[in-house]
């Protein structure tokens, strides 16, 4: 899952941007109070960094957007109400990645898992999970 937003309300501001106590920050629209239109957030985890870069609505991560995690994973594509969703694809630090339909967070829908030993998976996903007829190959 993906780093909790910072409250708006509770971060510095200078020239344009948003800092935190625990180093946090975000440089970007504002509107309403919220974070909205286009905007990078830099997210501490456990003394390590996560940062978003893309589209907000409603103080939410909505649009397309690339989401870096903690652990060198990076998902690119859709997102709704702060979730993945729709089309994206999420690479892991060993080549590993999955291109393919999300839905609220999970892979979900028709999807290709790739494996850096060269094996694949062409798809139905079922909440995170390969499931039913599908392409495989070693």
């Known amino acids: 899952s993906v780093a909790e937003t910072p409250d ?10 948003i800092t935190w106590e625990d180093g946090a920050m975000y440089s970007g629209g ?3 109070g919220k974070y909205s239109g286009f ?5 501490i985890v456990d003394d390590y960094q996560a940062k978003y870069t893309g589209q907000w609505l409603e103080g939410k991560q909505n649009g397309n957007g690339t989401y870096m995690y903690p ?8 997102w709704k109400d702060g979730k993945q969703h ?9 080549g590993d990645s999955y291109v393919g339909a999300w839905e609220n967070g ?3 829908g028709w999807g290709a898992l790739y494996w850096n030993n060269g094996n694949s998976y062409e798809g139905r996903i079922v ?3 390969m ?7 070693r």
Do not use: C
Request: neutral net charge.
């Open 8 to 17: 708006l309300e509770t971060g510095a501001r200078q020239d344009g941007n």
């Open 30 to 32: 504002v509107s309403g």
């Open 39 to 43: 905007g990078i957030m830099q997210y």
């Open 71 to 78: 652990n060198g994973r990076i998902y690119k594509g859709g």
């Open 86 to 94: 729709g089309f994206g694809s999420m690479t892991w630090p060993d």
């Open 106 to 108: 999970e892979r979900q």
């Open 127 to 129: 909440s995170n999970v």
């Open 131 to 137: 499931s039913g007829q599908a392409l495989h190959f």
